[in-house]
């Protein structure tokens, strides 16, 4: 069973801009068709231009019997510790805008986003361990089609610990009273060999790991 240590911090919306805090895991499907379990599947094509201080997505959503949605969103950085922060701020736009950014860009991505929900939360509040029911919490797990066309044995997953806050607040519980531990090895789909992003180059190893998923399983050249 695969258990990934997770810290986070405090998010708060404005306007069109949140700041959202994740943990990216990376891992194999050994079991494909535990996926269709999802309770919510979509279709994304998407491209992004990078530069140090964040990044700016392009992205066509497309879910089944409904007409395709085009977003543009900016990242900007933000200091956490052990998970990725940034100001994330999104807005709608066309399909012209999206296929004249999309024009400049060197590669893309195709992929199945696939929703599961997390229905418990386990962690530790110095040495007393606990368990409380989630809600409206996510593991939203990417499935990418590779430059060969075919669809990749390697995924992409994102936990949504923004939402975590108001759930220990709930149980009278603070972020910074505990540490949180989240369960993937119980998805549906089996996922191992799992790698954790946690926004730092310290391990040599990883980071080699997961700069050759994105050129070799995840990134399509255009």
């Given amino acids: 069973m695969s258990i990934i240590k997770i810290a986070m911090e405090d998010g708060e919306q404005k306007n069109t801009s949140q700041q ?19 309770v919510h599947i979509e279709q994304h094509e998407q491209a992004q231009i990078k530069s140090a201080k964040g990044s700016v997505r392009i992205r066509k959503i497309t879910v089944e019997g409904k007409e395709p949605v085009y977003e543009m969103t900016s990242k900007e950085k933000q200091k956490a510790q052990g998970v990725q922060a940034s100001i994330e ?25 696939y929703v599961f929900k997390a229905e418990t939360i386990r962690g530790k509040k110095g040495d007393l361990e606990f368990e409380i ?16 066309g075919k669809v990749s044995e390697w ?13 220990l607040e709930a149980n009278d519980l603070t972020v910074e009273q505990i540490k949180l531990i989240a369960r993937i ?28 998923l994105y050129s070799s399983e995840f990134l399509i050249p255009r």
């Fill in 20 to 38: 959202e805090t994740e943990v990216v895991i990376y891992a194999k499907i050994t079991n494909p068709d535990g996926l269709a379990q999802a």
């Fill in 133 to 148: 029911k989630a809600k409206d919490m996510n593991f939203e797990v990417d499935v990418f089609r590779n430059p060969k």
């Fill in 155 to 167: 995924c992409k997953i994102d936990l949504e610990v923004d939402k975590l806050k108001e759930i």
């Fill in 185 to 212: 090895g119980q998805l549906p789909f089996s996922p191992n060999n799992v790698v954790i992003e946690d926004g730092t180059d310290e391990d040599p190893d990883k980071r080699a790991l997961i700069t050759q």
């Fill in 89 to 113: 701020t999104t807005e709608r736009i066309n399909e012209k805008v999206y296929n004249l950014f999309m024009g400049v860009c060197d590669t893309f991505m195709s992929k199945t986003r």
